[in-house]
């Protein structure tokens, strides 16, 4: 079964999938209620990972240094995240190196997408990136 919460890049000037492009995962905040931005304060992603041939990464790379009470909060045990919790996340995608690979400029160094898990969670969340080298949109998938 996959990680709580995936995600996918499709690169809609191409029609395919974004392989190959580093992402990392962020918990900003435990808490749904931050109101100013000035608020979040965690800028050290929890895990990482590269997206796979078809786009997708279904499982991350746990930080290794993160410490036993973070892994705890954050529902992940044996380097695995198995439970997920409340709060607000961000995923990074880096984008730029994916785009100089295919000889393409971009607007775009990376594409940050912040997303609130409320109390209780649900089991999954997906999130979607349609990716060109100068626009993109998301959405919560299923």
């Known amino acids: ?11 809609t000037t191409k029609g395919k999938p974004a392989f190959d492009v580093d992402c990392a995962i962020f918990q900003l905040s435990p808490s749904v209620d931050v109101v100013l931005d000035n608020e979040i304060g965690n800028e050290r992603p929890f895990a990482v990972a590269k997206t796979n041939d078809d786009g997708r990464i279904p499982y991350w790379i746990i930080d290794p240094k993160l410490n036993k009470g973070k892994q705890e909060e954050l529902g992940i045990k044996d380097d695995k995240w198995k439970t997920l919790t409340p709060g607000i996340y961000k995923i990074r995608f880096h984008v730029k190196k994916y785009f100089q690979k295919a000889g393409t400029a971009t607007f775009f160094p990376f594409v940050d997408i912040i997303f609130q898990i409320d109390d209780p969670p649900e089991n999954h969340y997906h999130i979607p ?7 993109y949109t998301t959405y919560r998938g299923s």
Not at 1 to 11: G, N, R, S, Y
Not at 129 to 135: E, M
């Open 1 to 11: 079964m996959a990680d709580p919460v995936t995600c996918h890049i499709l690169d």
């Open 129 to 135: 990136l349609l990716l060109s080298n100068h626009s």
